[in-house]
């Protein structure tokens, strides 16, 4: 069979079982398992394919059997495993993917095995370490500690490679995570170990150990690491999660651990948070960064003293007008706005770190998942020994994930000794001045494990997008699938009224309005005593979804309780005009107009409402009136100058033309405007001069301009300019371009 081939079989086979046709899924599945020649494989199948034919017979003869929907579900699993089990033995040998090269590797490695070793090789590094100042050698224990970060990646390769995992080899690795016996930073590579084999082939034992691995292990890191990937894989495998017994039973024992629903919950956040990234990492980019660092001479400029030495930032205090000029030139708010994205959890530094990760230390695939921790021996290797303590500021560093701090020490390893000074320096300050602030705050056990969920779920987004081979996996943080509010075995408390709002005004905030529907329809449903500013949110979302009606619908809702609230009014009236009616939708923006006098933004709508309708003599007195309402924006004039077009009133129309060339920078469409006016005037000959002048505004696009002064002939029609001459006219414009 060729790849290909294979592919397509494992794949039918896995929609057949999905779909419960289990007869066919025997069919596809035998093709593969026969392909392999396994006689284990072939005997299990038999097997199978006879409990399953028993099952049938009993169910043709009317026996009653109340372990007929668990006898079909274990089918239905081993199906599952030996579908995935064929499929790997024919793929092993000829596929390229990592997976199967790592397999082919480590084929005569057991797990025990290099776990022995490994523990050994941390005793050697023990001793090594333990020796008096005289008698070490930094060499010496720099090599035990590579030999042991190898057989580290060894063990990690084992485990994601193993499929399906032994009931010895899953044995071996509970007392491995939930023990002591292995560093922190080993324990939470082996769940992430189990988690990247999920992210291949679903294997509910290694699924099991994750959620035991939070029940049981008194370590935080590895505590909720665990949490994280279980979570993602019962997304990523929905099918078979929400259909497996056992998984439902050890998440309804997990409800009664103390901190179990606010770890989801605060999950669900940063999963939700980190459906934003990209927007965030845009904004960082494209805004906030360039926009300081345009600001940066007249920075230099302001903030130098008489030596002409520039003065600390951190002394800006010290002179008010320092921070008032700050504040003027917008410097103030970008950096507000920055720590204001940092503090509620967003991934502000990937635009920073994500060029970072092609130091040799990312192409080792478990290095993406490794705790940062300042002994690692490529932190040594590049900021030196004598540099540890630069390397315990980075470790405590509150906005960087391990990731990031990886990516930092190494980048520090290339900058000479100076910069790496002057950099330790100013990192240490820092760390000074936040464990100063800490001081007087009580410690917060909640807030520690929200930070350990935010720099995981980071370090998970870095691997996903970023990692070389990353299409091998499952692309398990891609947005569509990072809603936990669809996962049925955690329905009970992923769909918890606070969780919702918290979600609902997440995606709302960021634009995801059908899933912030979603979260605030339930909380809608739930009655739960919710703010009545839910059916605006709800509207409001839809609204922007482009789902006009729904939107209507609640705005509607909501006036039932707050009948003069203006801000209703005018987006019911905004719905209305979108759907087409007009005449409602005045009505609505009048009743605004009396509750709000005054308003130039207001005035100026209704009249757009009144030319809508064709009410051109009514629209010109509300323009009239807006103009008068404000002294030096001047909006109204161009709905002036068209209206007074419309009423034939061409000399009024010129002069407001004029009034906007002199006052603005006219737009190609206020030039084509004016063409108009000059056409229906009979003066031709300036008409086209000034039409060449809003082609030349539309870059010389003659289809643009032809479309432009196409679209308004039926005004120019009403005002007696004939169809031969507007079917000429746009060619005299555009000869020049054209010849």
Known sequence: MTIQEIENIHQQAAQFINQAE???AFRQISRLVKEVGRGDMVNELEQLEMSYTFMLKYLEQGVLDPQRADILSNIRQSLYTLNDQSYIGLMEPISPEVFYTRR?????DTLMGIIEDYRNALQELSLAQSLPDERNDSHAILSRLRHAEELETKLFNRIWSTFPLSSDDASNLKLCINGDVLPVHTRCLLVAALFLGLMKFYDENKLLILLEAYQLSDEPQVQLRALICAMLTLLAHKKRTNASRAIQNRLSAMQDIADFNHDVWSIQAQLARSRNTENVKQRVRNDLIPNIMKMRPDIIDKLKDKDSQIIDLSDIEANPEWQDWLD???ITRRIEEFNAMQVEGSDVFIATFSHLKTFPFFKTLGNWFLPFYAAHSSVVENLGAGKMALAEVVEHAPYLCNSDKYSFCLSLGA?????????????????AALKESQQGELPDERKRRVKIINAFVQDLYRFFKLFSRR??????????????????PLIKVTRDPHILELLGTLYFKNAFYDDAIKCFTWLVGMDEGTDDHIYQKIGFAYQNAGKTEQALNYYKRYELLHEEDVWNMRHIAACYRALGQLDEALEYYRRVEVLTPNNVSLTLTI?????EQNRTSEAIQQYFKADLMENSKHRAWRPIAWCSFMLGDYDRAIDYYDRISRDDTPTPQDLLNRGHVLLCQGKTEEAIR???????GMGNDTKKFRAAFKGDSIELRLHGISAVDQAIIPDAVCSRITQ
């Open 607 to 611: 009249g757009h409402v009144l030319m």
């Open 471 to 488: 299409r091998e996996f499952i692309s398990v943080m891609d947005n569509p699938h990072l809603d936990m509010t669809e996962c049925l």
């Open 328 to 330: 003027q030139n917008g």
């Open 22 to 24: 289990i007869s066919e």
């Open 104 to 108: 082919r590797e480590l084929n005569s």
């Open 415 to 431: 900058l000479p000794e100076s910069q790496r000074t002057m950099m330790s320096a100013q990192l240490e300050e820092q760390n």
């Open 690 to 696: 000034v039409y060449r002048q809003s082609l030349e």
